[in-house]
Nanobody, 127 residues
Framework: QVQLAESGGGWVQAGGSLRLSCAAS????????TAWLRQAPGEEREVGAAGRWSVGSTSYADSVKGRFTISRDNAKNTMYLQMNSLKPEDTAVYYC????????????????????WGQGTQVTVSS
């Protein structure tokens, strides 16, 4: 059984930065496909960034491209999301998700592609 635990959320002013971490236990997942998703109040959960590490590919939603960076540390079995130039519209609960296998790009952008999920961490950006 894999457990994912996010940390690093909090409150920040617009223009600031936060780094989210997602520690995995129980099985190595950081070499498969991982993603960071977010869900704003009243909105659907959506993929913000995905890393298909077996092919060295990362991809981002247009809304975060150029501001967010997904990365991972295999030795620590941990994934990260560096968030810069934060905007109030980035306010959401952020979740990490993982699949210990290669996913096609189209599948990596679907919530159903992931086997394991964290509990979420709140990020609030004030204007």
């Amino acid at each position: 059984q894999v457990q994912l635990a996010e940390s690093g959320g909090g409150w920040v002013q617009a223009g600031g930065s936060l780094r989210l971490s997602c520690a995995a236990s129980g099985r190595t997942v950081s070499s498969g496909t991982t993603a960071w998703l977010r869900q704003a109040p009243g909105e659907e959960r959506e993929v913000g960034a995905a890393g298909r590490w077996s092919v060295g590919s990362t991809s981002y939603a247009d809304s975060v491209k150029g501001r967010f960076t997904i990365s991972r540390d295999n030795a620590k079995n941990t994934m990260y999301l560096q968030m810069n130039s934060l905007k109030p519209e980035d306010t959401a609960v952020y979740y990490c998700a993982a699949a210990p296998k290669y996913l096609l790009s189209s599948v990596a952008w679907q919530l159903s592609g992931y086997d394991y999920w964290g509990q979420g961490t709140q990020v609030t950006v004030s204007s």
